[in-house]
């Protein structure tokens, strides 16, 4: 059966950092199930349809990749997938600050580990924030997203 991670995330949209770590969780574990989730403090962009469907075009094809949804807590979704660690990507300290809360609940509520896994520096100043703004004023972002994601930012700001 193997050991399972789960990669947790908003990917809204997928960008190439959440890429990264989604591919060097796989390189790694038997198993890694994709959850997309709602974070409360963030207003969305792409509907749960869409953001599935560009996850599915971006790592659907990594054969130990799985991609799913959850709506509740995530240390349930854990649970229900017989998961006992989650791998999140760090950028910066600001990362660390925001994901250690989160790592230390879900520890104490649900015996899940976090592992913080440095984003490769390339990514460093990419976030699906920033691409979403500098795509709605015509910037291009096409290096930093897979095509997929490229093409719906295009069409949805033409
Ligand atoms: O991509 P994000 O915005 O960093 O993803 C955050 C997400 C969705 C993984 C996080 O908000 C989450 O786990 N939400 C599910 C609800 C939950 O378990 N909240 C308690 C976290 S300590």
Do not use: W
């Amino acid at each position: 059966m193997g050991v399972t991670a789960v990669c947790p995330g908003s990917f809204d949209p997928i960008t190439n950092g959440h890429v990264d770590v989604i591919r060097r969780t796989a390189a790694r574990f038997d198993q890694v199930v994709v959850a997309c989730g709602r974070n409360l403090g963030k207003q969305g962009m792409f509907d749960l349809e869409e953001r599935l469907g560009l996850l599915e075009e971006a790592v659907g094809e990594l054969p130990n990749v799985e991609i799913a949804t959850f709506d509740g807590l995530l240390v349930e979704f854990c649970a229900q997938r017989g998961a006992g660690v989650v791998v999140k990507g760090i950028r910066d300290g600001a990362d660390v600050s925001s994901e250690l809360p989160m790592a230390r609940m879900n520890a104490a509520i649900g015996s899940v580990e976090t592992l913080l896994l440095p984003g490769g520096p390339l990514y460093s100043f990419v976030s699906s924030s920033l691409v979403k703004e500098v795509a709605r004023f015509g910037g291009d972002v096409s290096d930093l997203v897979p095509p997929a994601v490229d093409h719906a930012l295009r069409r949805r700001f033409a």
